[in-house]
C-alpha cells in the first residue's frame, strides 16, 4: 500500500519490510493483508506472526525508540526466514550458533546408533594344552 513497503510470499509464509521512514504505516499495512486474506478465504494468524525491528551495527548514540508491536504481534530479537535465522542486528551469530548445535546433535545420534550396531567380539580366555583335542 505505501510506497517504500515491501512484502514477499512463500507458500503460506508471508514477509512485510517496512523502512523506518514509513512505520507509521505498519498497522494499515497488516490491515490490508488481514483484507487479502479474507477475500482469498484465509485468515492472517497473529499469534504465529513475529515482528523484528532491524537495527544498525557499530552506530554509537542512542536509537530511537520503536513504537509497540502491532496488535497481538509478538516482537522477537530474532527470526527463523526459511530455515535461516535472522537477528536483530542481522549478524550470523544465531545462524551459526544453532547450525553448531544441530551439527552436535547429529554427531551424538551418529555415535549412539554406532555403539548399538556394532558387532561385539566375545573372546574366552582359557588354558591350552598339548593333550587338547581343538
Given at each position: ?21 514509513n ?9 490490508h ?49 526459511l ?15 544453532n ?36
Amino acid at each position: 500500500m505505501t510506497a517504500g513497503n515491501r512484502i514477499f510470499k512463500y507458500a503460506d509464509d508471508t514477509y512485510l519490510l517496512v523502512p523506518s521512514t514509513n512505520s507509521t504505516s505498519r498497522l494499515d499495512e497488516i490491515a490490508h493483508i488481514e483484507r487479502w486474506a479474507a477475500e482469498n478465504n484465509l485468515k492472517l494468524n497473529c499469534t504465529k506472526s513475529k515482528e523484528v525491528i532491524f537495527k544498525a551495527r557499530g552506530v554509537r548514540g542512542k536509537s530511537a525508540q520503536p513504537p509497540p508491536p502491532c496488535l497481538n504481534i509478538e516482537r522477537v530479537s530474532r527470526l527463523n526466514v526459511l530455515g535461516v535465522i535472522v537477528n536483530d542486528k542481522l549478524g550470523a551469530s544465531d545462524l551459526v550458533s544453532n547450525l553448531v548445535e544441530s551439527c552436535s546433535r547429529l554427531l551424538y545420534a551418529f555415535r549412539v546408533l554406532d555403539t548399538h550396531t556394532r558387532p561385539t567380539l566375545r573372546v574366552t580366555a582359557g588354558r591350552f594344552s598339548d593333550d587338547d583335542p581343538c
